[in-house]
């Protein structure tokens, strides 16, 4: 038994396309393939918001004052 990682970039359509090679030319063989994303499709890493929601531990939040809003000259 042998053991690769492969990083690879699955395509738009979500379908991922391997070439590995095996080493076992001709050979059946028994495939075990484990997917596990580096990142969520927005761009954070998986798992991210499991950890760190609800794990503020400090004072309560408060937004303050956001001052008046900026009037601009029309361009």
Known sequence: MATFTVKCK?????VLHLDVPCGYPNAELDVTLTVEPHST???????F???VLGSWQGEPLERGPQGEYEVRDEL
């Open 10 to 14: 699955a395509g738009e359509d979500g």
């Open 41 to 47: 499709p927005d761009g954070w890493p998986a798992g």
């Open 49 to 51: 918001f499991e950890k």
